[in-house]
């Protein structure tokens, strides 16, 4: 059973970097097929999607945020990892991981940015 585990700061200032981890277990992030995604919900607003990183180590990333976002994995760690630069409070939301096309997610992290 493949499960999911975030972890981030929670609170957060304007200008930061967030930097968020996705810990992997029941499966290689590097396992056929998969697609390791992270989504947000900002308070009060649908399901956003952020970005991906493939089992091949392929990133793709939201146009309205692929400036800023970058996406990696530690394959030793079984984990993978989202950087938000220059963060606002425009950023705030819940964090989610996810396997794309699956059932399969965290349980969610809240980032709150605030001065």
């Known amino acids: 059973q493949v499960q999911l585990q975030e972890s981030g700061p929670g609170l957060m200032k304007p200008s930061q970097t967030l930097s968020l981890t996705c810990t992997v277990s029941?499966?290689?992030?590097?396992?056929?097929?998969?697609?390791w995604t992270w989504i947000r919900q900002p308070p009060g607003k649908g399901l956003e999607w952020v970005g991906a990183i493939t089992y091949e180590g392929n990133m793709y990333y939201s146009p309205s945020l692929k400036s800023r976002t970058s996406i990696s994995r530690d394959t030793s760690k079984n984990q993978f990892s989202l950087q938000l630069n220059s963060v606002t409070p425009e950023d705030t939301a819940v964090y989610y991981c996810?396997?794309?096309?699956?059932?399969?997610w965290g349980q969610g992290t809240q980032v709150t940015v605030s001065s």
């Open positions: 029941g499966a290689s992030i590097t396992a056929n097929n998969y697609y």
């Open positions: 996810n396997v794309l096309g699956r059932p399969i």
